[in-house]
């Protein structure tokens, strides 16, 4: 079993409301320094009877398909 870890994130200049809110909550709460926050996403996935090779390009075309949004969001794949 291959394990991976897909992670989403807004490309740059794409506006990003929701990182915009938890910045400033974080300011709210005290924490200073808090310069600048950006969202994002995280899958785990399992992939049963592949090689590593393999789950790449599986991976890879679940992003492309479903996972991310590549008009305005970069992804990266992480497998153990």
Known sequence: ???????????NGVL???GKAIEGALGALGFDGV????????FDV???????AK???DLKAMCEKLLANTVIEN?????D
Do not use: C, W
Not at 46 to 52: I, M, S, T, V
Not at 75 to 79: D, G, L, M, P, T
């Open 75 to 79: 992804y990266n794949i992480f497998v």
């Open 46 to 52: 399992e992939l049963e009877g592949a090689d590593k």
């Open 55 to 57: 789950a790449e390009s």
């Open 35 to 42: 310069g600048h926050v950006r969202q994002g996403k995280v």
């Open 1 to 11: 079993m291959i394990k991976a870890r897909v992670t989403v994130t807004l490309k």
């Open 16 to 18: 990003d409301p929701q």
